[in-house]
T-cell receptor, first 118, second 114 residues
Framework: DTAVSQTPKYLVTQMGNDKSIKCEQNLGHDTMYWYKQDSKKFLKIMFS???????INETVPNRFSPKSPDKAHLNLHINSLELGDSAVYFC?????????????????FGPGTRLTVL | DQQVKQNSPSLSVQEGRISILNCDYTNSMFDYFLWYKKYPAEGPTFLISISSIKDKNEDGRFTVFLNKSAKHLSLHIVPSQPGDSAVYFC?????????????FGTGTRLTIIP
């Protein structure tokens, strides 16, 4: 019973195409994220949504557009794909409020989508 | 601008011995630190965390130590088991950044030798 699922697992496409990656979580969390892990293994946050509202938007090209139809889904649409977009994209979710200690809540990650742009 | 650094890309340890993974950070605003573990073809999973008001947090075989003055933390695994072979990511955050914004290191691949 997968907690955070992503589709597709692998995506190979040509430069200039438009593609989407879907993410769903069945944990009842209010906050969802997209991360990008590039070839140098940096895992960087791209976006976060809290209950369908954009909270974090890092300096990501506007070719990347997250869409949250409901709080269980956060899809990532990428226009005009470029070679540098090749990476592994991870979706994650958490509850927005931290524990009594004041720290962040645990983020649960999906298995990742490996995007290869040719 | 790499604010969280894991300078050892890989580490090999004999089964049963102690594994020590290190992490350094540069941003003094960070006040909460986490370790995530990642197996191939899976997403990272949370392992253990520590608040900056503490210098040690222990959970079973896993202990995280924090040295704020040195901006350094380490994860100790003892005894190491074959199932511990994975990539370990250090991450940091701060309420100033909205707590949910985690800054990750590049990971250390730990291999436990049977």
């Amino acid at each position: 019973d997968t907690a955070v699922s992503q589709t597709p697992k692998y995506l190979v496409t040509q430069m200039g195409n438009d593609k989407s990656i879907k993410c769903e979580q069945n944990l009842g969390h209010d906050t969802m994220y997209w991360y990008k892990q590039d070839s140098k293994k940096f895992l960087k946050i791209m976006f976060s949504y809290n209950n369908k509202e954009l909270i974090i938007n890092e300096t990501v090209p506007n070719r990347f557009s997250p869409k949250s139809p409901d709080k269980a889904h956060l899809n990532l649409h990428i226009n005009s794909l470029e070679l540098g977009d090749s990476a592994v994209y991870f979706c994650a979710s958490s509850q927005p409020m931290g524990p009594a200690s004041g720290g962040p809540n645990e983020q649960f990650f999906g298995p990742g989508t490996r995007l290869t742009v040719l | 601008d790499q604010q969280v650094k894991q300078n050892s890309p890989s580490l090999s340890v004999q089964e049963g011995r102690i594994s020590i993974l290190n992490c350094d950070y540069t941003n003094s605003m960070f006040d909460y630190f986490l370790w995530y573990k990642k197996y191939p073809a899976e997403g990272p999973t949370f392992l253990i965390s520590i608040s900056s008001i503490k210098d040690k947090n222990e959970d079973g075989r896993f202990t995280v130590f924090l040295n704020k003055s040195a901006k350094h933390l380490s994860l100790h695994i003892v005894p190491s088991q074959p199932g511990d072979s994975a990539v370990y990511f250090c991450a940091a955050t701060s309420p100033n950044f909205g707590n949910e914004k985690l800054t990750f290191g590049t990971g250390t691949r730990l291999t436990i030798i049977p």
